[in-house]
């Protein structure tokens, strides 16, 4: 639950930083060397619709078992993840990795994909207590006998 909360406040504030410099996102972007013009602002648009989603969820609901705030978490984690690790393996400068917008920003670095890294362990941390957690509806259900899984 603690990893929910602090993970939902990271991705509420960075959309919000994202959103607030939204002008300056297409650039940011485009300088990962992937994407740019159209593809770049659709880029950031789904970035900080997806940080959004999952940061306001995880917030509002961090009991919540339901794997979808996980899934859209996980998306975005591996975006930024693929944008960082190609970006660096190809020796581009990226003066600003864009994850606050034009907010505390961070060159391009170890540091960085080390922070995309652990993003990564928190996503797979996530998605595993998620399959292996059973619902308290099921729990409630074996333990009233009324557990029907047919194999």
């Known amino acids: 639950m603690v990893l929910r909360i602090v993970l939902g406040a990271v991705y509420t504030a960075m959309a919000i930083g994202q959103l607030a410099s939204f002008g300056h996102m297409p650039a940011i972007l485009s300088a990962y060397g992937l994407v740019a013009g159209v593809a770049a602002t659709a880029l950031a648009a789904a970035l900080i619709f997806g940080e959004l989603v999952c940061g306001i969820w995880f917030l509002a609901r961090p009991r919540s078992k339901l794997l979808a705030p996980v899934w859209v978490y996980t998306a975005v984690s591996v975006v930024w993840a693929v944008l960082a690790v190609q970006a660096y393996a190809r020796g581009l400068t990226v003066a600003n990795c864009g994850c606050f917008g034009i907010?505390?920003?961070?060159?391009?670095?170890?540091?960085?994909?080390?922070?995309?890294?652990?993003?990564?362990?928190?996503?797979?941390?996530?998605?595993r207590h998620g399959r292996t957690a059973p619902s308290r509806e099921h729990a409630d259900r074996v333990e009233a006998g009324r557990d029907v899984r047919i194999p």
């Open 103 to 127: 907010y505390l920003t961070q060159r391009l670095s170890w540091f960085v994909l080390f922070q995309d890294a652990l993003t990564l362990l928190y996503a797979g941390l996530l998605l």
